[in-house]
């Protein structure tokens, strides 16, 4: 008697799935040794190709690793595994629930945003500084309605991280807005207070004009900060 049977579409994705839930969840902790490929192909009544194509995927999600002697071990994911980690995080059956992931990756947001800000001041040039302040106005013209509120503060806050001439916080920008993390689907009313502070925006837009770095920097932290929940957040060990 089988476990648990795959369902015959895309079969290693679906067993690359529940072995990465085992993982977070703790069924398969650090340092053991991930069930044998035959074992699991009896288990799931899939093939061995499927399995190998599970564990690739593993591998490079960065959640086991093959030992010298050629077991494949499962690894602290805490410590080894990258952002691209988040999305199965939060279509995982055990790990951190999706709403502490929303939580960290606003917090996320907050800092990246501050930082590239205080980088855009720097570095961006006047007519992208001048597109940003026109921008910040245009923003300014879009509310009340928190729908396009939300995507003129995208199309504005991607001038500024563009401005900041850091691929690395581009690529975690557009990670951050188009679904791939769920502060993506965080409910516009719960940014109500940063959405609807128009003259902070483009008071930001102005400092960042004026080159003032470390005020840029300041101002970016406290807006964005305000659409961090409040609630204490579980510390992990």
């Not at 008697?1 to 529940?18: G, P, Y």
């Not at 564990?55 to 010298?68: D, F, G, M, N, P």
């Not at 902070?200 to 659409?227: M, P, W, Y």
Request: net charge negative; proline share 4%; with cysteine.
């Amino acid at each position: 008697m089988t476990e648990r049977h795959i369902r015959r579409e895309a079969v290693s994705d679906q067993l690359f799935a529940v072995l990465r839930d085992r993982i977070l969840g703790g069924g398969l902790p650090p340092g053991s040794a991930l069930t044998a490929e035959r074992d699991l192909a009896a288990e799931f009544g899939v093939n061995r190709h499927a399995v190998r194509e599970a564990v690739k995927r593993l591998q490079q999600a960065r959640l086991v690793e093959v030992s010298h002697g050629g077991r494949t071990l499962v690894l602290d994911w805490r410590r080894s595994a990258g952002l691209e980690l988040a999305v199965g995080i939060a279509a995982s059956d055990g790990g951190p629930s999706v709403a502490d992931l929303a939580r960290d990756a606003l917090e996320m947001r907050a800092c990246i945003g501050a930082d590239a800000a205080r980088l855009c001041a720097i570095r961006c040039s006047e007519p992208a500084a001048e597109e940003i302040v026109e921008a910040a106005w245009r923003y300014a013209r879009s509310g009340p309605d928190l729908a396009d509120l939300g995507l003129a503060d995208v199309a504005w806050w991607r001038l500024i991280v563009e401005g900041s001439a850091n691929l690395a916080y581009l690529l975690a920008f557009n990670s951050l807005v188009d679904g791939t993390l769920p502060v993506a689907d965080v409910p516009d009313d719960l940014r109500t207070a940063e959405l609807l502070d128009v003259e902070t925006h483009v008071r930001l837009a102005e400092l960042i004009a004026a080159r003032r770095s470390e005020a840029a920097e300041r101002l970016a932290r406290e807006l964005l900060s305000r659409s961090v929940p409040a609630t204490p957040r579980k510390v992990v060990r």
